[in-house]
C-alpha cells in the first residue's frame, strides 16, 4: 500500500537520503494513514545523527531543545517537523521517561522500543512500509498490543496505559489478552504519572466511539485517578426509572451523547453523588434526592485535581447541578434556568437530559422525552421572540437606577434581580417606564432591609 507524504515531509526525507542516511515516517502517521485518517503530524526517524541532522538542514530553521533525546525539529513554512535519530533507550527508574537513550543506525532496533505494535511500523516511498511487528495485520484485526512484553513495556512509561486505553476508544480496538492483563497488573504505576498528562489522556478517551466498553472493562484502571467512581460500581438502583446500576447508567448516559469533552465529561460525572444520597423506604425503593448536589462537589474536587480548566470545571458543574430539573413547558422555570446558567449550557442541559433519559429504563421513557422536547419548543420560542430572561434584556439597567438616585451598588444589583424576577414570572411588564415606578417603590424596603 502506498502511503500519501505531504509535500514537506517527503521533501526531509528525500534530502536525509540524498546525503546517505536512512529516514523514514514513523508511528502515528503512519498508522493514521494505514486506517484512511489523515495524520495531524507526520514524525521522521532517521539513520543520521543529531550533529548530521543539524549539518543536512544547515540553511533552515532548527529547534535544538530535544537534542540530547535525537530529536531536531526542522522549520518549514512556520511549521516544525520533528526528526529524530534511531535510538535505544535506557532505564525507566521514573516510569516515565528513559534515564539515558543511545543512538543506532537500525531502524528495526528503535521500533522495536515502541509502545504499540500499531505505533511501531515505518514508511517512505523508496521502501515501503517497515512492519516487524505486524502492525498491519493487528490494525485489519483491530487489535492492540505491545511491542515485546507488556510488563516491561508499561513499567518503562506508565502513561502508556492511558494511552492504550485512549488507542482502543478513539480507534475500536480490542486490546490483546495479555495486553489487557498487564494494564489492569500494572494500573497503580499511574499514580507515577502527572495531573495534566492523566488529564490528556482521559480527555481523549472519553470523547472515543468505543467508550463505553473502554469504562465497563477498564473501571478499575480508571479509579486509580478518579475514586469518586468506585462507590458507584455496586451501588444499585431500586426504582422503575432504572434497569441498570449506577456505573452501568453512567457508562451507557456516556456513549448516549455527542462526543463534546464537556458533555461527555458531564455524563461521566453526573451520578457520582448517588451512593451517599441513595435512601431506601419501607417498600424497598431507592431514592436518591439531592444527589446533583453531591455529584456537583466530587466532580468539582476531580476535575480541580486533574488540572482541568476553570471554565470547563465550572461548565460540568453548573450542568452536573441542573442535570434533575425537569422542564416540560414551563416558560417560567426555563427562563429562570436560563438566566442561571446562560444560553450555550442550557442547550447542553437539553442534550444532558436526554442522555440521561435514554440511559435509563423505558419506564415512562416517551412521557419524558415528550417534556424535553416540549421544553425545547418553549426554549426556541423564548429566543426566537426575544422574550426576557435574563438583566441584559431587562428593559432597565443600572445606569437609570442612577438616575433616578439610588447609588448603593448592592441595592442597584438587588432591585435588578427583583425587576428581573418579576418580568420572568409574568407580574412585572418589561416596560423602561414600568419598572422605573417598581424600581422606586422597592427602594425604601431594600435599605430598610439593608
Known amino acids: 500500500m502506498k502511503i500519501s507524504i505531504p509535500e514537506n515531509v517527503n521533501s526531509l526525507l528525500i534530502k536525509l537520503n540524498n546525503c546517505g542516511f536512512e529516514a523514514f515516517a514513523v508511528g502515528g502517521c503512519v498508522r493514521d494513514s494505514l486506517l484512511g485518517i489523515e495524520p495531524n503530524d507526520w514524525d521522521i526517524t532517521t539513520s543520521a545523527k543529531p550533529s548530521e541532522i543539524k549539518s543536512v538542514f544547515s540553511d533552515?530553521?532548527?529547534?535544538e531543545v530535544g537534542e540530547k533525546h535525537g530529536t531536531i525539529a526542522v522549520v518549514i513554512n512556520y511549521k516544525p517537523y520533528e526528526i529524530t535519530t534511531y535510538r535505544l533507550d535506557g532505564a525507566y527508574s521514573?516510569?516515565?521517561?528513559?534515564?539515558?537513550?543511545?543512538?543506532?543506525?537500525?531502524?528495526e532496533e528503535d521500533l522495536s522500543r515502541r509502545d504499540f505494535t500499531v505505533n511501531a511500523m515505518a514508511y517512505n516511498d523508496e521502501v515501503g512500509l517497515v512492519d516487524p511487528f505486524n502492525g498491519e495485520l493487528?490494525?485489519?484485526?483491530?487489535?492492540?498490543?505491545?511491542?515485546?512484553?507488556?510488563?516491561?513495556?508499561?513499567?518503562?512509561?506508565?502513561?502508556?496505559?492511558?494511552?492504550?486505553?485512549?488507542?482502543?476508544?478513539?480507534?475500536?480496538?480490542?486490546?490483546?489478552?495479555?495486553?489487557?492483563?498487564?494494564?489492569?497488573?500494572?494500573?497503580?504505576?499511574?499514580?507515577?504519572?502527572?495531573?495534566?498528562?492523566?488529564?490528556?489522556?482521559?480527555?481523549k478517551m472519553l470523547c472515543g466511539d468505543n467508550i463505553n466498553f473502554i469504562l465497563r472493562r477498564y473501571k478499575d484502571v480508571i479509579a486509580v485517578f478518579i475514586p469518586e467512581i468506585?462507590?458507584?460500581?455496586?451501588?444499585?438502583?431500586?426504582?422503575?426509572?432504572?434497569?441498570?446500576?449506577?456505573?452501568?447508567?453512567?457508562?451507557?448516559?456516556?456513549?448516549?451523547?455527542?462526543?463534546?469533552?464537556?458533555?461527555?465529561?458531564?455524563?461521566?460525572?453526573?451520578?457520582?453523588?448517588?451512593p451517599l444520597a441513595r435512601r431506601t423506604d419501607s417498600s424497598g425503593r431507592d431514592h436518591f434526592k439531592g444527589h446533583n448536589h453531591f455529584s456537583a462537589v466530587l466532580a468539582k474536587n476531580a476535575l480541580e485535581r486533574l488540572k482541568y480548566p476553570t471554565?470547563?470545571?465550572?461548565?460540568?458543574?453548573?450542568?452536573?447541578?441542573?442535570?434533575?430539573?425537569?422542564?416540560?413547558?414551563?416558560?417560567?422555570?426555563?427562563?429562570?434556568?436560563?438566566?442561571?446558567?446562560?444560553?450555550?449550557?442550557?442547550?447542553?442541559?437539553?442534550?444532558?437530559?436526554?442522555a440521561d433519559i435514554l440511559s435509563q429504563s423505558k419506564y415512562k421513557r416517551e412521557i419524558k422525552l415528550n417534556n424535553l422536547d416540549l421544553a425545547y419548543d418553549t426554549y426556541k420560542s423564548i429566543i426566537d421572540n426575544k422574550e426576557c430572561y435574563s438583566l441584559k434584556s431587562l428593559n432597565i439597567n443600572g445606569s437609570d437606577l442612577i438616575h433616578l438616585g439610588i447609588t448603593e451598588g448592592k441595592i442597584i444589583g438587588d432591585i435588578l434581580e427583583r425587576l428581573l424576577d418579576g418580568v420572568i414570572d409574568g407580574t412585572f411588564e418589561n416596560d423602561n417606564v414600568f419598572l422605573k415606578k417598581e424600581a422606586i417603590e422597592l427602594i425604601n424596603e431594600l435599605r430598610t432591609e439593608n
Open 230 to 274: 468506585v462507590a458507584t460500581f455496586e451501588c444499585e438502583q431500586n426504582t422503575p426509572h432504572h434497569n441498570k446500576n449506577v456505573w452501568r447508567h453512567t457508562t451507557a448516559a456516556v456513549s448516549n451523547i455527542e462526543n463534546s469533552l464537556t458533555l461527555r465529561m458531564t455524563m461521566f460525572m453526573h451520578d457520582i453523588g448517588k
Open 94 to 107: 521514573d516510569n516515565r521517561r528513559p534515564d539515558s537513550v543511545s543512538f543506532t543506525d537500525k531502524l
Open 138 to 203: 493487528d490494525l485489519q484485526y483491530k487489535a492492540l498490543r505491545c511491542v515485546g512484553a507488556p510488563d516491561k513495556r508499561f513499567n518503562e512509561d506508565a502513561l502508556r496505559i492511558l494511552r492504550a486505553l485512549r488507542f482502543a476508544s478513539v480507534y475500536n480496538l480490542s486490546i490483546e489478552g495479555s495486553t489487557s492483563n498487564s494494564i489492569v497488573r500494572n494500573r497503580l504505576l499511574l499514580n507515577n504519572i502527572s495531573a495534566e498528562r492523566i488529564q490528556s489522556e482521559f480527555s
Open 60 to 63: 533552515y530553521q532548527l529547534i
Open 311 to 354: 471554565k470547563f470545571i465550572e461548565d460540568v458543574v453548573t450542568l452536573i447541578e441542573y442535570h434533575d430539573v425537569r422542564f416540560s413547558d414551563n416558560k417560567k422555570k426555563i427562563k429562570h434556568v436560563l438566566n442561571n446558567i446562560g444560553l450555550v449550557n442550557f442547550e447542553r442541559l437539553l442534550k444532558v437530559q436526554k
